[in-house]
């Protein structure tokens, strides 16, 4: 029995399926075993309204016959399921062409053994957490709510997983991984609208009372909402927000393999930030979701993408760094995997200014919560389309003047990060596309809108 | 299946749900990613389980697994039942459902050729040389090229006596080339940038002839490096079938989700601007033009089945009539609050997910009259742009921006110079009021997305979407500074 609780477990499995592979020709192999049990409590018109758990075993064979590849998953882990899966791995593998520049699965470094619990990355609390403790805390948050005479949506998740890494090379990894979120959006009768997020490692540690008065708080603010203008506006983006700018920087330029295929930005040595960015990828950054090792196995290496607004380097997995002629970096997603290696634990460096500061050195800007529906218009600028959502306000002479209805930019990050002019003492974890960013909040110089919305 | 999911339900009821249902799904995908002309990922993939739904006193729970065992349905279903108590501590308004007929049957996605059974090389091989004839062009800097397949066999029993069979096979494939120099990343895919879909067999793919375009593909994504850039300004657009269906998918499909406009997806995906008041008043959403209809009986559709997740049987259902906003995309849960019974939109992403409403085939009706190549012969003064880039509404889904990989100019009617890095943006209805010409059956095609995203836990849907192309008036064009 393989289970989210015993790693172990998951690790037994992989190396089963891994001797089974071997045994009927693979030259080599990597099994990925991922044992979870997720519950998620959803919430809106403050009641709940959806309320979901699921048990899962995933096993996912990259099997390999000289350099011809095949990747095989499933969740039947009979017998006859794992007989099954690595014999339709070896068909698949003769029927394929060959990988001219395969460089082989990842090994581990010398005098290295099992990787097992390399950080902390598992809590109890998060593990045993129930559907009436969920519940609880989205009672927690309705009430925040009801006290402002607002209404609450949302989510209450808890997510408990055993991932484990066996492969021919003799990469052993396995370790228990917890997470939980709250995220609570609020919405007042007379047109405004908050939210509130916090991810942890320990769902013990979520204050549902504290995140539902701060979306309603916020929520209250933006009543009433007026149209502003597009144009450029110096801007304060909140870490809700900033989460956003690590996560498609990541995506469009912090990747090895974009980097290979001339796609991205990044060059080692280039400035692409003022002096008060700095951003790494650290999986052991106990503020963030730690994770010891990736989806190959290999130890989570903490690299510095940008350090004082220079470009330092970027993520790579065991083919990007062959490539490279390098080590990887172990940032490698589950195979097969098109889009590259990706920075899963984006930090960036808190600054020295308080929040209260950050707003009073607007002369005349806009406070952003949250973005929507961000996505690329032009990649190596990392151009960005988005809509502001959830509490826009007007700034003026250092003080919030009033909220403003919703706008659309069409901005460069990257000259977003240039014209960082103040970052904030105070940083949030906050949930991006895959993994979880440690991020601070913002002051920037300019930044375009380039629309209007009528809410 | 059938004693699996009955002992969930007997389970579930036993233990207080006044009712429940079950879906046991197999699910098999198989894909294949080729770059620059080789195989750089062959990969298949099965997922087995089975989810139970239950209401107790009027609240909603859901337990899911991946173990097909009786003892596992009597846990799962137990589970499902202390959820909707853990619920019901937060519950202001009871559920209840519309009625509907007990659903029994079977339904299978006709198929002439399957794809699981085509040998694995002969794909292989389609795919390569498709790819290869793409990098083959001079400047191109690397192609991606994809093939894809999908089967699901789901049953579905309730504790109304429902029990259907169904079993759902979709195919997809594309070829695209990239040319990139310094800051300048173009590309140029075929037949759409995420792949052209529809339900059927390899019959589908062979269809697409993707080798047969696959150097034009590469012959325009490196013209577009050199091209101008796409001028802003206020312009008439003539969207192509491959860049229409998104516009339609993102600023007519969704507002239209009954769940959103009554505020379930609020936290995440959002709510709509498409009010119940609207629907009672008959809001123009757009010209006279425009009917688009959600129609899950539709040949080749990605939202084509016998029954939703609910046991609601396939329907066209009118969302537009004419300009005229006249039906929402809807379920047993949220039809009744706006006088209507469900439109038979519930669908979960496999057994681990609950349905929620999402997209069947949300099709724009062609007009009998121009064809879209005479469409253009009528435009003197305009852009055609094809194939979506890059896309992004707000959470009510007023406004848009939209990026496409290609802008061709038409002057007199003739369609000449390609220019790039072409965006628009609106506000939804007012674009769709500004369409003063829809293309013809002649230009009418199926396509979609198999990645539609809704819902927490996150679920991607597979969404079909038949469009003929149409001309917009005074869209503004070029959208930001570079």
Redesign the interface.
Known sequence: MVTAREPESALALAEDVLARALRIGATEAEVLVVAGDSSLTRFANSEIHQNVAERSVTVNLRYIVGRRIAVVSTGKVDPEGLRSLVHRAAAIARSCEELEDWAGLPAPAEGMGTITGGVPAWAAGTADATPEFRAEGVRAVIAAADAAGVIAYGSFSNDAEAVAVANSAGIRAAEGRTSAQLLTVHMSPDGGTGYAEMVSMDATSIDAAALGREAATKARASDHPVSALAGDYPVVLEEYVVVDITDQLGYVGFNALSVQEDRSFAEPGRRIGSDLVTIVDDGSDPHGLPMSFDYEGVPKQRVALVDAGICRDVVYDSQTAARAGRMSTGHGLPAPNPWGPFPLNAVMSAGTTSREELIGGLERGLLVTRFHYTNVVHPKLAIITGMTRDGTFLVEGGKIVGPVRNLRYTQSYLDALAGVNAVSSERKTVRGFLGAAVVPALRIDGWTFTGVTEF | MKDLADRALDTAAQLGATYADVRVIRRRDE?I?V?SG????????????F?VRVLVDG?????????LELDEADRIGA?AV????????????RVTLDARPVATGTFETPVVEDPFKI???AK?SDL?AADRAAGRVKGV??T?SMYAAHREWKTFAATDGSFTEQMITQVGAAVEA?A?ER???QRRSYPDSGGGYQAGGYEYVRSLDLLGHAEEVGEEAVALLTAPQCPPGNRTLVLDPSMLYLQLHESCGHPTELDRV???????A?TS?LTPDKLAEGFMYGSELVTIVADATAAGGLGTFGWDDEGVAAQAVPLIQNGKFVGYQSSRETAPRVGRQSSGGMRADGW???PLIRMTNVNMLPVPGMSLDEIVADTDDGLYLANNR???????R??F?F?TEVAYEIKGGVKGRLFK?C?Y?G?TYEFWRSCDAVGDARSFVMLGTPNCGKG??SQSARVGHAVPGARFRNVQVG????
């Open positions: 894909s990613s770059k080789r195989v750089e990922g062959v990969a298949m993939g099965e997922s087995d389980g989810g609240a909603w729970g859901f337990a899911a697994s991946d173990t589970l202390r959820i909707a108590k853990a619920s019901a501590t937060a519950l202001r308004n040998p694995l090389e292989i390569v800097s690397f991606e990239n990139i800051d300048e990343h009554f505020g379930t997806e609020a936290s995440y959002g601007f681990n997910r609950i890059s896309w992004s509404i707000d959470d009510r007023l406004n921006q990026a890095n965006t943006t506000i927490e836990p959208v930001g500074k570079w």
